[in-house]
């Protein structure tokens, strides 16, 4: 069906024009839909664009949540000067030819630069420490967009000196709204629930939502009779807009296809997760974010159960570095089919878990006094270090002495799983716990 809907009279209305994302950019922060809390009245990102008064700023967030929207916004109200470089395709020379523009602006017309740096998470360390010195000295003010954790992904002097506003995926009412909008720019009409359906799937990404929204358009065109009556969408169209758009892996499956891919390791599926790794690698999918997916699933989903699954990982991740696409393939595939099939354990997931709740509700107590720190002149007086039984000392390599405040020494925070090679170390803990109980009464303490 889909097929037979996109016919060539579709196809020629959307090469007819540019993409309606495009043409309905926002001029105005009021324009814009979504992210109340950082652009509603008086919020504070809406303070410093409307007061020009924005300094270096690093964007986060899902694709289609307003990155490239707001950098537009801050370029069509700023006095200063707006440059803008795609981190894809721009390089350190680019970087120093905006810089070159920026002091020769400043030194003669007095005006600053605002630098948009689109996916600055494809930036490496080099290129980075390229801007820092201008950012630094105010020289250049940044606006970085990421769709990755920037703090994995920038250097943190540059996250230092900017200011981390987190963007959010949009809401149902946000889409629709945004739909509707959109209609008005096609001069077309849509059923109520076809506008539905299509903020359900989009999943808060704007801009997915508006080209499944001109595509559905497009369809209907196809449908409505010569007679100068505007197209209507229908359910039938907002679903084979969509189909169309998953029929290939793009930004807006980016989070699926990683889900999937770490659930297939998960539940020990190599096959599974051969395919996903096959989908992400022919996508053109960073592979440095395959990587640290893989190192992130090695202590979450393995953890103790075999002890070399990070060591894999972290490996496979290096070779990215140094070896690099295409041949990194197969250190990649190497620890996707090792951390599939080793045994499966989420014990130190739970573990940090649990002590972090732990922490959190509080009391968590002072160190005590026999194991602070005794290195400083005068603090032995006050009792630090003293009672401190060092373990090299004994025979067995470890002593039987309290290592935490007493308001958490009788909390468990690592209960081991019976996987792998777990049991061995849960045992070995059990006996020194216990070490007048016999071995045989147990597998491990938990």
Same mark, same amino acid.
Do not use: C
């Given at each position: 069906?889909?097929?037979?809907?996109?016919?060539?009279?579709?196809?020629?209305?959307?090469?007819?024009?540019?993409?309606?994302?495009?043409? &309905?950019?926002?001029?105005?922060? #009021?324009?814009?839909?979504?992210?109340?809390?950082?652009?509603?009245?008086?919020?504070?990102?809406?303070?410093?664009?409307?007061?020009?008064?924005?300094?270096?700023?690093?964007?986060?967030?899902?694709?289609?949540?307003?990155?490239?929207?707001?950098?537009?916004?801050?370029?069509?109200?700023?006095?200063?000067?707006?440059?803008?470089?795609?981190?894809?395709?721009?390089?350190?020379?680019?970087?120093?030819?905006?810089?070159?523009?920026?002091?020769?602006?400043?030194?003669?017309?007095?005006?600053?630069?605002?630098?948009?740096?689109?996916?600055?998470?494809?930036?490496?360390?080099?290129?980075?420490?390229?801007?820092?010195?201008?950012?630094?000295?105010?020289?250049?003010?940044?606006?970085?967009?990421?769709?990755?954790?920037?703090?994995?992904?920038?250097?943190?002097?540059? &996250?230092?000196?900017?200011?981390?506003?987190?963007?959010?995926?949009?809401?149902?009412?946000?889409?629709?709204?945004?739909?509707?909008?959109?209609?008005?720019?096609?001069?077309?009409?849509?059923?109520?629930?076809?506008?539905?359906?299509?903020?359900?799937?989009?999943?808060?990404?704007?801009?997915?939502?508006?080209?499944?929204?001109?595509?559905?358009?497009?369809?209907?065109?196809?449908?409505?009779?010569?007679?100068?009556?505007?197209?209507?969408?229908? &359910?039938?169209?907002?679903?084979?807009?969509?189909?169309?758009?998953?029929?290939?892996?793009?930004? #807006?499956?980016?989070?699926?296809?990683?889900?999937?891919?770490?659930?297939?390791?998960?539940?020990?599926?190599?096959?599974?997760?051969?395919?996903?790794?096959?989908? &992400?690698?022919?996508?053109?999918?960073?592979?440095?974010?395959?990587?640290?997916?893989?190192?992130?699933?090695?202590?979450?989903?393995?953890?103790?159960?075999?002890?070399?699954?990070?060591?894999?990982?972290?490996?496979?991740?290096?070779?990215?570095?140094?070896?690099?696409?295409?041949?990194?393939?197969?250190?990649?595939?190497?620890?996707?089919?090792?951390?599939?099939?080793?045994?499966?354990?989420?014990?130190?997931?739970?573990?940090?878990?649990?002590?972090?709740? #732990?922490?959190?509700?509080?009391?968590?107590?002072?160190?005590?006094?026999?194991?602070?720190?005794?290195?400083?002149?005068?603090?032995?007086?006050?009792?630090?270090?003293?009672?401190?039984?060092?373990?090299?000392?004994?025979?067995?390599?470890?002593?039987?002495?309290?290592?935490?405040?007493?308001?958490?020494?009788?909390?468990?925070?690592?209960?081991?799983?019976?996987?792998?090679?777990?049991?061995?170390?849960?045992?070995?803990?059990?006996?020194?716990?216990?070490?007048?109980?016999?071995?045989?009464?147990?597998?491990?303490?938990?």
């Amino acid at each position: 069906m889909t097929g037979d809907l996109f016919g060539s009279a579709a196809r020629e209305r959307l090469a007819a024009r540019g993409p309606l994302a495009a043409r &309905m950019r926002p001029r105005h922060l #009021d324009e814009v839909v979504g992210q109340a809390k950082l652009i509603g009245p008086g919020r504070p990102l809406r303070v410093l664009i409307e007061s020009d008064r924005l300094s270096s700023v690093i964007l986060w967030g899902p694709p289609g949540t307003g990155k490239t929207t707001l950098a537009e916004v801050v370029a069509a109200t700023t006095r200063r000067a707006f440059e803008r470089l795609s981190a894809t395709s721009a390089g350190v020379k680019d970087v120093r030819a905006v810089v070159d523009r920026a002091r020769s602006r400043l030194g003669e017309q007095g005006h600053g630069t605002i630098l948009f740096l689109d996916e600055v998470h494809r930036f490496n360390k080099t290129q980075q420490d390229a801007l820092l010195p201008d950012v630094e000295s105010g020289l250049i003010t940044l606006i970085g967009a990421t769709t990755e954790n920037p703090f994995f992904e920038v250097n943190p002097p540059l &996250m230092s000196r900017s200011t981390l506003f987190r963007l959010e995926p949009l809401t149902r009412s946000d889409i629709v709204d945004l739909l509707r909008r959109g209609l008005e720019i096609e001069q077309a009409h849509a059923e109520d629930d076809a506008l539905e359906h299509l903020a359900e799937r989009v999943e808060g990404d704007a801009r997915s939502a508006l080209g499944a929204l001109e595509v559905a358009v497009a369809l209907a065109g196809n449908d409505t009779p010569e007679d100068g009556q505007p197209p209507r969408v229908t &359910m039938k169209h907002a679903v084979a807009a969509l189909d169309l758009r998953a029929l290939r892996y793009d930004r #807006d499956e980016h989070y699926d296809v990683a889900s999937a891919f770490i659930k297939s390791i998960r539940g020990s599926d190599p096959d599974a997760a051969l395919h996903y790794l096959a989908r &992400m690698l022919t996508a053109g999918e960073d592979a440095r974010f395959i990587a640290r997916r893989l190192v992130i699933s090695a202590s979450e989903d393995i953890g103790l159960a075999d002890h070399t699954a990070l060591l894999v990982a972290v490996a496979a991740a290096h070779a990215v570095e140094h070896v690099g696409l295409p041949e990194a393939r197969l250190n990649l595939a190497h620890a996707v089919v090792h951390l599939a099939t080793a045994p499966k354990s989420n014990s130190a997931y739970r573990a940090i878990g649990a002590a972090l709740a #732990d922490v959190e509700a509080g009391p968590i107590g002072r160190v005590p006094p026999h194991l602070r720190d005794a290195s400083h002149p005068g603090v032995a007086d006050l009792g630090h270090g003293q009672g401190y039984d060092y373990p090299h000392d004994d025979p067995r390599g470890w002593v039987d002495q309290e290592y935490r405040p007493l308001e958490v020494a009788g909390r468990t925070y690592w209960e081991p799983s019976p996987h792998g090679e777990e049991p061995e170390r849960a045992a070995e803990l059990y006996r020194r716990r216990r070490p007048n109980e016999g071995d045989g009464d147990h597998e491990h303490d938990g």
